[in-house]
């Protein structure tokens, strides 16, 4: 009874009040002391009356029922990070690079009723390089200061008639579930349709499907359109809640490819005199990876430092070209499953190696040999929490072609690269 009489107090005060803000906070803490004082409440009642109070709010601001706030604003989300990095770059003596780069990220999202909402977000980078967000600073010498460019990053709807499955539509993005970014760079944001299911069987095992279908470009001389089509079922598993499996097999069909004129950006794809594709890149491609929590409980030492591990991999095969048909990664993390606090920490180590005709030049990770194909490399990935939302991370790749230099490659494109990136990461 004195419980209920609490709840009804701080309700009837919540009317009165227009913000939910620290200030507001302060007085129900206020309010809830002096019923202690009098003996209605006791200290612990008072402490389960304001957890049940702002839960209750929570939960109205998110189903945007909260009546002190308008409607707009509890249907709005964002998030948004920033990025500052150095990076060295070298791959011949007198090509040695020192860049100080920046990255910012700002996105939101509105639901428009209980089913569809509408996502949109801007970046830094620019429109001729979709596998970057980042500018460059002092990247214009003649004029000191000058302004960065800020680009459409994405901008879709979507549409989720139940819990276990969406359609969205726009410029999204990636649905497709990679644990490396061995074929896809994680700025590349995909444009088109995708359907998502996500359908839990039971507490232990869920079943996903991704599908997507990605517009590449026109053709105006031919009047065609070229297309990329991904269907990926795959499984997530959850043993005792100590083992993480989660495991997918991606189709790639891409329509109107060969005897097109060739993308942007990239040639390390094997083309025809005429400067088109030569081959189809109708590919398979098997992923799979483990996590273990406390995979050192039997040994104290190591799980107060090391409170999870995982393994990793991806394997890719295009049976159409005779020659640079396939590629692979595989690697290991450990530390913490997430660094998101002070203290907390990763690390990744893998082994990548990519065939000059196992997939489309345009995608993979622009960091590692410049985003080629036809390459091999080791990544080294060492993050350490600095503070709530923030961290610092240190990347090497080291990466070289898989061909033989040639006299004719005095550019040095077929030589060793070395890339260091120090960032550090804010999040909001």
């Given at each position: 009874?004195?419980?209920?009489?609490?709840?009804?107090?701080?309700?009837?005060?919540?009317?009165?009040?227009?913000?939910?803000?620290?200030?507001?906070?302060?007085?129900?803490?206020?309010?809830?002391?002096?019923?202690?004082?009098?003996?209605?409440?006791?200290?612990?009642?008072?402490?389960?009356?304001?957890?049940?109070?702002?839960?209750?709010?929570?939960?109205?601001?998110?189903?945007?029922?909260?009546?002190?706030?308008?409607?707009?604003?509890?249907?709005?989300?964002?998030?948004?990070?920033?990025?500052?990095?150095?990076?060295?770059?070298?791959?011949?003596?007198?090509?040695?690079?020192?860049?100080?780069?920046?990255?910012?990220?700002?996105?939101?999202?509105?639901?428009?009723?209980?089913?569809?909402?509408?996502?949109?977000?801007?970046?830094?980078?620019?429109?001729?390089?979709?596998r970057s967000t980042n500018v460059t600073l002092g990247n214009d010498p003649t004029t000191p200061g000058a302004s960065k460019t800020v680009?459409?990053?994405?901008?879709?709807?979507?549409?989720?008639?139940?819990?276990?499955?969406?359609?969205?539509?726009?410029?999204?993005?990636?649905?497709?579930?990679?644990?490396?970014?061995?074929?896809?760079?994680?700025?590349?944001?995909?444009?088109?349709?995708?359907?998502?299911?996500?359908?839990?069987?039971?507490?232990?095992?869920?079943?996903?499907?991704?599908?997507?279908?990605?517009?590449?470009?026109?053709?105006?001389?031919?009047?065609?359109?070229?297309?990329?089509?991904?269907?990926?079922?795959?499984?997530?598993?959850?043993?005792?809640?100590?083992?993480?499996?989660?495991?997918?097999?991606?189709?790639?069909?891409?329509?109107?490819?060969?005897?097109?004129?060739?993308?942007?950006?990239?040639?390390?794809?094997?083309?025809?005199?005429?400067?088109?594709?030569?081959?189809?890149?109708?590919?398979?491609?098997?992923?799979?990876?483990?996590g273990i929590r406390d995979p050192f409980s039997s040994i104290p030492v190591l799980a107060k430092y090391i409170p999870y591990a995982g393994?990793?991999?991806?394997?890719?095969?295009?049976?159409?070209p005779d020659t640079g048909k396939s590629g692979f990664d595989a690697g290991i993390k450990f530390g913490h499953e997430k660094v998101g606090?002070?203290?907390?920490?990763?690390?990744?180590?893998?082994?990548?190696?990519?065939?000059?005709?196992?997939?489309?030049?345009?995608?993979?990770?622009?960091?590692?040999?410049?985003?080629?194909?036809?390459?091999?490399?080791?990544?080294?990935?060492?993050?350490?929490?600095?503070?709530?939302?923030?961290?610092?991370?240190?990347?090497?790749?080291?990466?070289?072609?898989?061909?033989?230099?040639?006299?004719?490659?005095?550019?040095?494109?077929?030589?060793?690269?070395?890339?260091?990136?120090?960032?550090?990461?804010?999040?909001?």
């Amino acid at each position: 009874m004195r419980r209920f009489l609490g709840v009804f107090l701080i309700s009837m005060f919540s009317l009165m009040c227009f913000n939910f803000n620290k200030a507001y906070a302060g007085e129900i803490d206020l309010l809830l002391q002096k019923l202690v004082e009098k003996g209605v409440l006791t200290p612990g009642e008072a402490q389960q009356v304001k957890t049940e109070t702002k839960e209750e709010i929570r939960k109205e601001i998110v189903s945007a029922k909260y009546e002190l706030l308008p409607e707009w604003v509890q249907r709005l989300k964002f998030k948004g990070d920033f990025r500052m990095r150095y990076q060295y770059t070298r791959q011949r003596a007198k090509d040695d690079t020192n860049q100080a780069r920046i990255r910012v990220r700002l996105g939101a999202e509105a639901k428009v009723n209980d089913q569809m909402k509408v996502g949109l977000g801007l970046a830094t980078g620019s429109t001729s390089d979709p596998r970057s967000t980042n500018v460059t600073l002092g990247n214009d010498p003649t004029t000191p200061g000058a302004s960065k460019t800020v680009i459409l990053d994405y901008a879709y709807g979507s549409y989720s008639p139940t819990t276990w499955l969406t359609l969205t539509g726009g410029k999204f993005k990636n649905p497709i579930w990679q644990p490396t970014d061995l074929l896809w760079d994680t700025d590349l944001n995909p444009e088109g349709l995708n359907m998502q299911m996500d359908y839990r069987l039971n507490p232990s095992l869920g079943l996903f499907l991704n599908t997507e279908m990605f517009v590449l470009g026109y053709d105006d001389a031919k009047g065609l359109n070229s297309l990329m089509w991904a269907f990926q079922p795959g499984i997530k598993y959850n043993w005792r809640d100590k083992v993480d499996l989660r495991a997918a097999v991606t189709g790639y069909y891409f329509s109107n490819i060969t005897g097109v004129g060739k993308f942007a950006k990239q040639s390390t794809n094997s083309l025809t005199r005429n400067n088109q594709y030569k081959y189809h890149y109708n590919v398979v491609n098997p992923s799979l990876e483990v996590g273990i929590r406390d995979p050192f409980s039997s040994i104290p030492v190591l799980a107060k430092y090391i409170p999870y591990a995982g393994m990793f991999s991806d394997f890719v095969y295009n049976p159409d070209p005779d020659t640079g048909k396939s590629g692979f990664d595989a690697g290991i993390k450990f530390g913490h499953e997430k660094v998101g606090d002070w203290g907390q920490w990763q690390s990744r180590i893998l082994f990548s190696k990519l065939g000059r005709d196992a997939f489309l030049d345009i995608f993979p990770d622009s960091d590692r040999y410049n985003g080629k194909t036809n390459m091999k490399s080791v990544e080294a990935i060492l993050e350490y929490g600095l503070g709530k939302n923030t961290s610092l991370c240190l990347d090497y790749y080291w990466a070289k072609s898989l061909s033989q230099q040639t006299s004719g490659s005095a550019s040095g494109s077929y030589l060793p690269q070395q890339v260091v990136q120090v960032d550090w990461n804010l999040k909001w």
